[in-house]
C-alpha cells in the first residue's frame, strides 16, 4: 500500500508505517525544503484507512455489548424510578375552566361549539400576526370552534393600548371585526394607527 504522499508505505491493519527512503531522497532531490534527507515525511493517512473510516462498523465486542446492556438497563431502571416518584405534568383542570368561561373576555362563535379555544394574541407579536390568517381559516372551516380572545400585551405601551382599543370595541359588540383589522394590518401599531 502506497500513501497518497508516496513516501512511505502503510500496513493499515496494525497500523504501522515503513517508511521508503528512496522515496525520501527522490523528493529531497526536487528541492523539496524544510526536511533533512534521512527524516520521515508527515505521517499521512493511506486510501485504506480513509476508505475504513467511511465504512459501516464491524459487529460489537463482548465488552463492548455487556456496556451497551449495562448502559439500556440503567436508563429504563432510572425511567421507571422516575415514573413513580415524579408525576408527570399536573393537573391544569381549574386553571383552564377559568380560562375557558370566559367571563369578561370577547367570545366569538357559535354557542353550541364543540370546541373552546382560548386565543392568547399580541397585536405587536409577529408570531401572533403570521399565524392569524391560519387560525382564522381552520376556525370558518370547522364552523363548530368558539373563540375566546385573550390579549396579552407583552410588547409593552404600544401593545397595551391596541389591546385596550380592541377590547372597548368589545363592548360595542365589533371586537372580532377590530381584532380581524388589528392582526391583519401591515402598518406599524402606534398612536395614529390606532
Keep these: 500500500n502506497r500513501c497518497a504522499a508516496r513516501t512511505h508505505q502503510c500496513d493499515c491493519r496494525s497500523d504501522r508505517v515503513q517508511w521508503d527512503a528512496g522515496a525520501d531522497r527522490r523528493l529531497a532531490g526536487r528541492g523539496r525544503r524544510g526536511r533533512s534527507a534521512g527524516a520521515p515525511p508527515p505521517r499521512r493517512h493511506g486510501a485504506q484507512q480513509a476508505r475504513r473510516a467511511l465504512s459501516v462498523p464491524g459487529p460489537l465486542s463482548r465488552r463492548q455489548a455487556v456496556g451497551l446492556g449495562a448502559v439500556v438497563v440503567g436508563g429504563w431502571a432510572v425511567g421507571q424510578v422516575l415514573r413513580r416518584t415524579a408525576p408527570i405534568g399536573r393537573d391544569v383542570g381549574p386553571t383552564a375552566d377559568l380560562i375557558l368561561t370566559g367571563g369578561s373576555s370577547p367570545e366569538h362563535g357559535p354557542a353550541d361549539a364543540t370546541l373552546r379555544l382560548a386565543v392568547f394574541t399580541d397585536y405587536r407579536c409577529p408570531a401572533c400576526r403570521h399565524a392569524f390568517p391560519a387560525l ?11 373563540v375566546i380572545y385573550k390579549d396579552w400585551p407583552i410588547f409593552g405601551p404600544p401593545s397595551e393600548r391596541a389591546a385596550s382599543v380592541a377590547l372597548s370595541c368589545a363592548e360595542q359588540g365589533i371586537y372580532p371585526v377590530v381584532h380581524r383589522q388589528l392582526m391583519a394590518d401591515n402598518r406599524t401599531i402606534d398612536d395614529d394607527m390606532l
Design 136 to 146: 382564522e381559516e381552520a376556525v370558518r372551516r370547522d364552523g363548530k370552534i368558539r
